[in-house]
C-alpha cells in the first residue's frame, strides 16, 4: 500500500510540472570595454545596467571593487512569458512588472518576494585590465 502511495504522490509531482517553463540556456559570450563612457555608471558599487544578450537582456551589478554580478533579465518566475523580464532596477533591487518579483542583487539574484521563489540566473565572468568578459 505504501508503495502504491508514493507512486501516486510521484506521478502527482511529475504531472505539476511544465517542462516549458525555465529559462532557456543561450549561448553567451561577449567583451565590455570598462572604460568607455556608455558603460560608466559601472564605475561605482551597487550601479548596474542593462545590455542586450541572454534571453532578453543582461543585466551587469557592479558588486565591489573588480566583483561583478551578472544576470539574465528574464525572470524566474513563468519566463515563458512574453512580459517575463527584469524591467527596472532600483539600487540593489530588480523588479519584474509582469508578476511584481523582486530579487536581489547583491545575494546572487535571489527572490526577495512571491510569486518568484528560483532566483535570476546568473552567467560566468572575468576581469581583465579594463575589459570585462561575460560567458556561460
Same mark, same amino acid.
Given at each position: 500500500?505504501?508503495?502504491?502511495?508514493?507512486?501516486?504522490?510521484?506521478?502527482?509531482?511529475?504531472?505539476?510540472?511544465?517542462?516549458?517553463?525555465?529559462?532557456?540556456?543561450? !549561448?553567451? $559570450?561577449? *567583451?565590455?570595454?570598462?572604460?568607455?563612457?556608455?558603460? %560608466?555608471?559601472?564605475?561605482? +558599487?551597487?550601479? &548596474?545596467? #542593462?545590455?542586450?544578450?541572454?534571453?532578453?537582456?543582461?543585466?551587469?551589478?557592479? !558588486?565591489? $571593487?573588480? *566583483?561583478?554580478?551578472?544576470?539574465?533579465?528574464?525572470? %524566474?518566475?513563468?519566463?515563458? +512569458?512574453?512580459? &517575463?523580464? #527584469?524591467?527596472?532596477?532600483?539600487?540593489?533591487?530588480?523588479?519584474?512588472?509582469?508578476?511584481?518579483?523582486?530579487?536581489?542583487?547583491?545575494?546572487?539574484?535571489?527572490?526577495?518576494?512571491?510569486?518568484?521563489?528560483?532566483?535570476?540566473?546568473?552567467?560566468?565572468?572575468?576581469?581583465?585590465?579594463?575589459?570585462?568578459?561575460?560567458?556561460?
Amino acid at each position: 500500500m505504501k508503495k502504491l502511495i508514493y507512486l501516486l504522490f510521484f506521478l502527482i509531482i511529475l504531472s505539476c510540472g511544465n517542462s516549458d517553463n525555465y529559462i532557456q540556456n543561450v !549561448y553567451v $559570450n561577449f *567583451e565590455i570595454d570598462l572604460s568607455l563612457s556608455e558603460f %560608466s555608471d559601472l564605475n561605482s +558599487l551597487g550601479n &548596474s545596467i #542593462i545590455v542586450s544578450g541572454g534571453n532578453k537582456g543582461i543585466i551587469i551589478y557592479r !558588486y565591489a $571593487n573588480y *566583483e561583478f554580478k551578472i544576470y539574465d533579465r528574464n525572470c %524566474s518566475y513563468e519566463p515563458n +512569458l512574453a512580459c &517575463s523580464y #527584469i524591467d527596472s532596477i532600483n539600487s540593489s533591487l530588480a523588479f519584474c512588472g509582469c508578476c511584481s518579483s523582486a530579487f536581489l542583487l547583491d545575494q546572487d539574484g535571489m527572490a526577495a518576494n512571491s510569486p518568484a521563489i528560483l532566483p535570476l540566473k546568473m552567467y560566468n565572468y572575468a576581469v581583465e585590465n579594463n575589459y570585462l568578459h561575460v560567458f556561460n
